[in-house]
């Protein structure tokens, strides 16, 4: 079986190092909040050109911590795109906010600035753009929109991390850091994954650090004093210390999923039936998934026949959240969803990771390229 994702082999071959980072904090004992966690945190800022960097135990946690930070009042509004993975609206709900969903565009998966425009109401209060699998949102429209209207930017950028967004001007900025918010997930499939659940936020704002950090900290600034409610979210020491091996490796996986999208492109474009993931001209592609399109209600049919030939595929997202039973009665629909819809039928992501060989991704396009020759 052709796996989706190879975390095995990318183990292998730095085995030694992760292995003796792990030994190290074993041996220390210091498993909560040991060193390893500010040095990691020290890392990804001077990765990310972030300010503020505080960790958290996963990507889910970044959002809620950062949603709380906020200070929102319930029935406050929250808008976010439909197509994504649930996490990015649920905290919404789960804190008494209203999801408020929009339409992503077609060829990006990403929301437009002009979908979010739509959907401002008086009771807006802050916007999740989502970079979904590896390109940045429009964030310069997206933050002009925040700008005016006085509303907080969340970044969810739980699959994006290292890609770089060009403003009109030229200036240049990693996602994650150019809204109040930035939020990573290490969860270990992501493209910075550790080996369990991990997570981190993102700012570059002084006293929204300090209130996440306290939040994410039972709400104390001192020990065993709260000034407010929080919740206990921590990065656990050994995913920091396998965060810091594999961070320094990052730009190396990202060039080696950047080489194999390049591969899929060239054996893929032009296939009838069959469309290739669109390049955004303001963001770099950091392809944590690639995902193709099939036309004519045959994606299930080409998943099945991939699987027929040992490829494993999987679809990102078959249920848009408008049509999540878990949202009924409490969100507000800012636009019309029909495109979020049309997609939970047509995409379909096939293996990304950064140990594809061109034989294993040659034998892939021939086998989409036979599905499309008999099917279209
Ligand atoms: C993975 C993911 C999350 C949640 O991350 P966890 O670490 O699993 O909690 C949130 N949003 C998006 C878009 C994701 O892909």
Not at 10 to 28: F, G, P
Not at 59 to 78: H, K, Y
Not at 270 to 283: A, E, Y
Request: glycine residues 6%; contains cysteine.
């Amino acid at each position: 079986m052709i796996p989706i994702l190879d975390l095995k082999g990318q183990y292998l071959r730095i085995k030694d190092e992760i292995d003796s980072a792990v030994a190290n904090v074993i041996d220390s004992c210091k498993f909560i909040n040991g060193p390893q966690v500010k040095e990691f945190a020290e890392q990804l800022a001077e990765y990310t050109g972030a300010k503020y960097v505080i960790p958290v135990a996963n990507g889910t946690d970044a959002l809620q911590v950062s949603l709380m930070s906020l200070r929102l009042n319930p029935g406050d509004e929250i808008i976010v795109p439909s197509f994504t993975y649930i996490a990015s609206a649920e905290v919404i709900a789960l804190l008494n906010l209203v999801p408020v969903m929009v339409d992503v565009d077609y060829n990006s998966f990403n929301p437009t600035a002009e979908n979010i425009q739509r959907a401002i109401s008086r009771n807006t209060k802050a916007i999740i753009p989502v970079h979904l699998f590896g390109q940045s949102c429009p964030m310069e429209g997206i933050l002009n929109i925040a700008k005016e209207h006085h509303l907080h930017v969340i970044e969810d950028n739980a699959q994006s991390i290292g890609a770089e967004y060009t403003f009109q001007d030229g200036t240049k900025a990693m996602t994650g850091t150019m809204g109040t918010f930035g939020c990573l997930s290490f969860f270990p499939s992501k493209n910075l994954g550790c080996m369990g659940d991990g997570g981190a936020i993102l700012t570059n704002d002084y006293t929204m650090a300090e209130r996440a950090r306290m939040i994410a900290s039972h709400g104390q600034s001192m020990k065993y004093f709260h000034e407010m409610v929080g919740c206990n979210s921590r990065l656990d020491t050994i995913q920091a210390a396998v965060l810091s091996v594999k961070l320094k490796y990052l730009n190396e996986y990202t060039k080696a999923r950047q080489k194999a999208a390049e591969f899929y492109d060239n054996g893929l474009a032009g296939i009838k039936g069959i469309t290739i993931p669109q390049r955004q001209k303001n963001s770099t592609h950091v392809f944590h998934q690639y995902t193709i399109k099939v036309s004519e209600g045959k994606r299930d049919g080409l998943k099945q026949f991939l699987l027929d030939n040992d490829i494993q595929t999987m679809v990102y997202y078959p249920r848009p959240l408008q049509r999540q039973q878990a949202f009924r009665g409490i969100v507000r629909y800012g636009d019309n969803l029909d495109i979020s819809e049309q997609l939970s039928n047509e995409v379909l992501s096939i293996p990304m990771h950064t140990e594809l060989t061109e034989e294993t991704q040659q034998y892939i396009i021939d086998k989409i390229k036979e599905y499309a020759e008999n099917n279209f």
